[in-house]
T-cell receptor, first 111, second 116 residues
């Protein structure tokens, strides 16, 4: 079973920031938080991952709470092409290599 | 970036035939590849983990004799659906992990299988 909880759906206006929350209250000390997204009928696309510190790359920012029990993926300026299902996954690096996908959040970016 | 390809992108076959799906890492070596299946309106489900040069590890409930996996090189893994039936119709997706890094997996575009 997935170890994360995400809202089933969210809406965002084009050009605004999209903030996608994820709860992972049972995360272990060696587990990373990964975010992937899946645009309709395509394979998942890696977005970002982190352990403790906040991370940023060209796609998004990842904010992890100090107790690591939750995180937020931020798309700073959402576009219509960001409409997808976003998956938050916790997985140990080098240990268990499995990615267990939950149901994710369906983000719809509206014009 | 890390590119993973799959071939074919879609396939239609008759019930009882076998179908082979290829997964290739194009610009990196992958000691480990993963095979997932996704039914309509559902999430991805891991079927098996494929390690180069060794037998695949199947998830509980996945028939290893029906879904044959071969990972003969560091850039190629194949999934063969033997004696396919309509209930095997699904979206099959592979992913690959760089040999020099365990950080993340990169996914292929998927193969849509329709068994008539």
């Amino acid at each position: 079973d997935a170890k994360t909880t995400q809202p089933p759906s969210m809406d965002c206006a084009e050009g605004r920031a999209a903030n996608l929350p994820c709860n992972h209250s049972t995360i272990s000390g060696n587990e990373y938080v990964y975010w992937y997204r899946q645009i309709h009928s395509q394979g998942p696309q890696y977005i970002i991952h982190g352990l403790k510190n906040n991370e940023t790359n060209e796609m998004a920012s990842l904010i992890i709470t100090e107790d690591r029990k939750s995180s937020t993926l931020i798309l700073p300026h959402a576009t219509l092409r960001d409409t997808a299902v976003y998956y938050c996954i916790v997985s140990a690096q080098g240990g268990s290599e499995k990615l267990v996908f939950g149901k994710g959040t369906k983000l719809t970016v509206n014009p | 970036g890390a590119v993973v390809s799959q071939h074919p992108s879609w396939v239609i076959c008759k019930s009882g035939t076998s179908v082979k799906i290829e997964c290739r890492s194009l610009d990196f070596q992958a000691t480990t590849m993963f095979w997932y299946r996704q039914f309509p309106k559902q999430s991805l489900m891991l079927m098996a983990t494929s390690n180069e040069g060794s037998k695949a590890t199947y998830e509980q409930g996945v028939e290893k004799d029906k879904f044959l996996i071969n990972h003969a090189s560091l850039t190629l893994s194949t999934l063969t659906v033997t004696s396919a039936h309509p209930e095997d119709s699904s979206f099959y997706i592979c992913s690959a992990r760089r040999s020099e890094s365990v950080e993340t997996q990169y996914f292929g575009p998927g193969t849509r299988l329709l068994v008539l």
